[in-house]
C-alpha cells in the first residue's frame, strides 16, 4: 500500500505551521516547528518568497492531505465526491474526510496521531456498531457507535492517547466515553467547528480550473 514516508516534523516545517503528525510531541516545546519556524531545505530561510495563486492553491492541498494523511490519488475522488454532493463543496469535502474512521478514532482519542489511529484500525483494534471495521478510510455515519476492541483495550498507547485527548476536549460532534474507550458521531461538523487555518475553497479554485 503506498504511503508517505516524508518525515512528519519535515511536513509540517514545509507547510509553516503545526499540521499535528507526531501525537504528544506537537504540543511540547520540542516540536520542530517550534524550533525552527522555516522551512526545510537549503533555502529555507530565505525570507520574502511570493507564491503565484495556483502556488497558493497547490500548497493549501497539500497541507489539507499532509493533515488527514491522504495521497492525491484518494484525494481527487473525495473531491470529486463533494463536489457531487449537495451543499458547499469545501465544506462536504472537509466532512468527508473528518467522517473518515480513523480521522473519527483520533479525534475520540483512540491514537495520538492520525498515523496511528490508522494502524489501530488496520490492526482490527476498532468495532463500528458492533462489527470489526479495518478500513481506515470507511465512512463514519451520523449515529454510529465507534469502540475500541476489547482485545486493544489494554494497549497502554490507546490508554494514554484517551486521557490526553480527554485533558484537551473532546469536537462538538462527538461523544466520547473515555473510561470505556467508546464514542458516538452525533453528526456532521459544521464549518464553524472545523480549523480556521485551512482555507478549502483554494482548493475548489484550484481543481475548477
Request: proline fraction near 3%; charged fraction near 30%.
Amino acid at each position: 500500500m503506498a504511503r508517505n514516508l516524508d518525515p512528519k516534523c519535515r511536513q509540517c516545517r514545509r507547510e509553516g505551521e503545526k499540521l499535528f503528525l507526531k501525537g504528544e510531541k506537537c504540543f511540547t516545546d520540542k516540536c520542530a516547528v517550534e524550533r525552527r519556524a522555516y522551512a526545510p531545505g537549503q533555502h529555507g530561510q530565505k525570507s520574502g518568497q511570493r507564491l503565484s495563486d495556483y502556488g497558493k492553491q497547490l500548497r493549501e492541498k497539500q497541507k489539507i492531505r499532509r493533515i488527514y494523511g491522504i495521497l492525491e490519488r484518494q484525494f481527487r475522488g473525495i473531491y470529486a465526491a463533494a463536489a457531487r454532493s449537495k451543499g458547499i463543496t469545501g465544506e462536504s469535502l472537509l466532512q468527508m474526510l473528518e467522517s473518515r474512521l480513523d480521522t473519527v478514532c483520533f479525534r475520540m482519542g483512540f491514537g495520538a496521531s492520525r498515523n496511528e489511529a490508522r494502524q489501530i484500525v488496520r490492526h482490527n483494534g476498532i468495532m463500528v456498531n458492533g462489527k470489526r471495521v479495518n478500513i481506515p478510510s470507511y465512512h463514519v455515519r451520523t449515529g454510529d457507535t465507534i469502540e475500541v476492541a476489547l482485545a486493544a483495550k489494554e494497549q497502554l498507547r490507546i490508554k494514554g492517547a484517551s486521557a490526553a485527548a480527554a485533558s484537551r476536549g473532546v469536537p462538538e460532534w462527538l461523544e466520547v466515553d473515555a473510561t470505556g474507550l467508546k464514542g458516538t458521531f452525533k453528526a456532521m461538523p459544521q464549518r464553524s467547528e472545523l480549523p480556521s487555518t485551512i482555507n478549502e475553497s483554494l482548493v475548489v479554485e484550484l481543481y475548477s480550473k
